[in-house]
């Protein structure tokens, strides 16, 4: 089935660094979504993304939708420690399709 | 306002075996969703749910089956148990307006089949 490429698969940072990531797919997606996973948790949703070329931010969190919709980005302003975690891009195909297709994740960890 | 909870947190199931996943949400959500996270990859729709009375497959719904009688209620039950089975299962759900797209997730169940 469909799948998204994310990459890096991790990272390891030190605190106060900067981190970015990005999600590719083969496909169009009409919507792009990040979502962050703490250990033994589900996902949270960070950020969502419904329009190509489109950059949204959520505190030291900035997201881009692609210009040719096959891809979206992530980036982390100045790391801290509670930014340890898996982070998912998810896409969707259709609006209106409740299918999302979700990436491999990005493992974060924080250097001490 | 609990959210979305998940029975039991863990379970080691002999092959065969059958057993069925709860969740349960309290925010009144239509739409609920069962998904599978294997280890190293990303989060797989098995079923979902827009309402009470409706079930639609999703990406890998082989060897479950589901049922919504309530709108609280969305439990997956796995028949036959297989090794290829062993996951952790997520249940997630939605409102269907505002931020359509924020599905709250629960904390997972942890499924092992020897």
């Known amino acids: 089935g469909q799948q998204l490429n994310q990459s890096p698969q991790s990272m390891f940072i030190q605190e106060g660094e900067d981190v970015s990531m990005n999600c590719t797919s083969s496909?169009?997606?009409?919507?792009w979504l990040w979502y962050k996973q703490d250990p033994g948790e589900g996902p949270v949703l960070l950020i969502a993304?419904?329009?190509?070329?489109e950059l949204t931010s959520n505190g030291r969190l900035t997201a881009q939708f692609g210009i040719t919709r096959k891809d979206s980005f992530l980036n982390i302003s100045a790391s801290i420690p509670s930014d340890v975690g898996i982070y998912f891009c998810?896409?969707?195909?259709?609006?209106?399709?409740?299918?999302?297709?979700f990436g491999t994740g990005t493992r974060l960890t924080i250097i001490p | 306002n609990a959210g979305v909870t998940q029975t039991p947190k863990f379970r080691i199931l002999k092959i065969g075996q059958s057993m069925t996943l709860q969740c349960t949400q309290d925010?009144?959500?239509?739409?609920m969703y069962w998904y599978r996270q294997d280890p190293g990859m990303g989060l797989k729709l098995i079923y979902y749910s827009v309402g009470a009375g409706i079930t639609d497959k999703g990406e890998v719904p082989n060897g479950y089956n589901v049922s919504r009688s309530t709108t609280e209620d969305f439990p997956l039950r796995l028949e036959l148990a297989a090794p290829s089975q062993t996951s952790v299962y997520f249940c997630?759900?939605?409102?269907?307006?505002?931020?359509?797209?924020?599905?709250?997730f629960g904390p997972g169940t942890r499924l092992t089949v020897t």
């Open positions: 993304l419904y329009k190509a070329g």
């Open positions: 997630a759900s939605r409102s269907p307006g505002g931020s359509s797209y924020e599905q709250y």
């Open positions: 998810a896409g969707q195909l259709d609006f209106g399709n409740e299918k999302l297709t």
């Open positions: 925010m009144n959500h239509n739409y």
């Open positions: 496909s169009i997606f009409n919507t």
